[in-house]
């Protein structure tokens, strides 16, 4: 049974930091690419970042270019996100979420797993 857990969310002031992880079991994710997903109430969901299976390439949502970064270890199965210069706009639901084999994509629809998300909440 494939599982993917994210931890590290919370309450944090705005221009603090936070780093999620993404643990995930029941395969190898070696082939995948593994990417960040968030929803704000009354929202639809959003892509934040990913990050090919490789390591190679990495795309970022313009709104936290330069503030996010995201990484991984394969060795472990998991899936990180840096976020620094955090702003309220940024208060939402975040998902981790792994992509179809050797798919690298930005679209909820090239994603099969999910994890249950982690609520980030960032006040003013």
């Known amino acids: 049974q494939v599982q993917l857990v994210e931890s590290g969310g919370g309450l944090v002031q705005a221009g603090g930091s936070l780093r999620l992880s993404c643990a995930a079991s029941?395969?190898?994710?070696?082939?995948?690419?593994m990417g960040w997903f968030r929803q704000a109430p009354g929202k639809e969901r959003e892509f934040v970042a990913v990050l090919s299976w490789n390591g190679v390439n990495t795309y970022y949502a313009d709104s936290v270019t330069g503030r996010f970064t995201i990484s991984r270890d394969n060795a472990k199965n998991t899936v990180y996100l840096q976020m620094n210069s955090l702003k309220p706009d940024d208060t939402a639901v975040y998902y981790c979420?792994?992509?179809?084999?050797?798919?690298?994509?930005?679209?909820?629809?090239?994603?099969?797993?999910w994890g249950q998300g982690t609520q980030v909440t960032v006040s003013s």
């Open positions: 029941g395969r190898t994710f070696s082939r995948s690419a």
């Open positions: 979420a792994t992509s179809k084999p050797y798919t690298v994509r930005r679209d909820a629809m090239g994603y099969d797993y």
